[in-house]
């Protein structure tokens, strides 16, 4: 099992991913739902991997890098890193977003996957602890936090803000 930076390489597998992935699903979010492969190569791709070096992005924007875990040669599912916070991701989603593809869900992949994340994140990030959230209806994310070293730092009606210490 590995986590590889998204490249042009993979771009059939991230594409199929990506595309089949729905706009919102329990907070992950994927503007890029549908999109042909013709347009992932051409606009979708090359926009993901400049999210790490943002040029004419608005203010708010944190860098951002999306990295897939791999299992026996088959993308598995997306994690995503935010490089620092801001105040609305202080508030809201924090530094790291993750999904896996359906039909691989509860076999241990959002758990190892969060681990080797972490493993890049820990050396991106410069906050003391990584920041996390979940819907308050979303167990398996939680699940997959508490199993990372995860605390419920706060709570509002909807969510729990996790952080893990670095
Ligand atoms: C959340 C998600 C990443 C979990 O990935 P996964 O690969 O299924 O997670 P794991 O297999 O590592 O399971 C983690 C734990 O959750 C448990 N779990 C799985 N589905 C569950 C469910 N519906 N209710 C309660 N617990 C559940 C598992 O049993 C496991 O616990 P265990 O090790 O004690 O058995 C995956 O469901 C997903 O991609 N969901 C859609 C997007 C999403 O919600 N992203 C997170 C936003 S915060």
């Known amino acids: 099992m590995e986590l590889r930076k998204i490249n042009t390489r993979d771009a059939y597998a991230q594409w199929e991913f990506t595309s089949?992935?729905?706009e919102d699903e329990n907070g992950f979010t994927n503007k890029y739902s549908g999109v042909?492969?013709?347009e992932y190569v051409e606009k979708v791709l090359p926009e993901m991997i400049g999210h790490e070096h943002p040029v004419g992005m608005p203010d708010w924007f944190v860098p951002q890098s999306y990295y897939y875990l791999w299992d026996g040669g088959r993308l598995i599912?997306?994690?995503r890193i935010r490089h620092y916070l801001t105040e609305a991701l202080r508030n809201g989603?924090?530094?790291i977003g993750y999904c896996i593809r359906k039909e691989m869900r509860g076999?241990?992949?959002g758990t190892a996957g969060l681990k080797l994340t972490l493993d890049i994140?820990?050396?991106i990030v410069p906050e003391n602890e990584i920041y996390l959230s979940v819907n308050k209806n979303?167990?398996?994310s939680k699940k997959v936090m508490l199993k990372n070293g995860a605390y419920t730092a706060a709570e509002d009606?909807?969510?729990y803000y996790m952080r893990i210490p670095k």
């Open 20 to 22: 089949a992935q729905p």
């Open 36 to 38: 042909s492969y013709g």
């Open 77 to 79: 599912g997306e994690f």
């Open 93 to 95: 989603s924090g530094h």
């Open 107 to 109: 076999k241990g992949y």
């Open 121 to 123: 994140a820990r050396k």
């Open 138 to 140: 979303n167990a398996a």
């Open 157 to 159: 009606d909807g969510h």
